[in-house]
């Protein structure tokens, strides 16, 4: 009899911990997982901003007033089409993209030269 009570509390004792211990692990990753797409978010951001800002052609494009070539709006068409579709699967930091070159995509699609 008490040799059996004794195999029952510890069965249950390891039920109990493995049951933590998974818990522990789906937490665990819940938590890295969040914090990995945040990071990745930030990161994502940061490579288009230092490729509007290296990217010759496209900086050119950027701070040029009047009319824009067709080369020239092809070419930065295809880096905001780029960055769409990262927003569009939310792997861009919304916040940051709206920050710093809110302005310039709001000023490509507004100006006259892309309505044309």
Excluded: W
Excluded at 5 to 23: E, H, I, K, Q, R
Excluded at 77 to 96: A, K, N, P, T
Aim: proline share 1%; net charge negative; hydrophobic share 40%.
């Amino acid at each position: 009899m008490v040799g059996d009570a004794s195999f029952l509390y510890g069965l249950m004792g390891a039920v109990v911990g493995a049951g933590g211990a998974l818990g522990a692990q789906f937490l665990n990753h819940r938590l890295t997982s969040g914090r990995e797409l945040a990071r990745f978010k930030v990161s994502s951001f940061e490579r288009f901003a230092a490729q509007l800002s290296n990217d010759p052609e496209l900086r050119r494009t950027r701070n040029k007033r009047g009319d824009l070539t067709e080369d020239e709006m092809e070419r930065f068409l295809e880096f905001l089409e780029e960055v769409g579709v990262y927003f569009h699967r939310q792997l861009i930091d919304l916040e940051l993209l709206d920050e710093c070159l809110g302005d310039d995509i709001m000023d490509f699609y507004e100006g006259d030269y892309i309505l044309d």
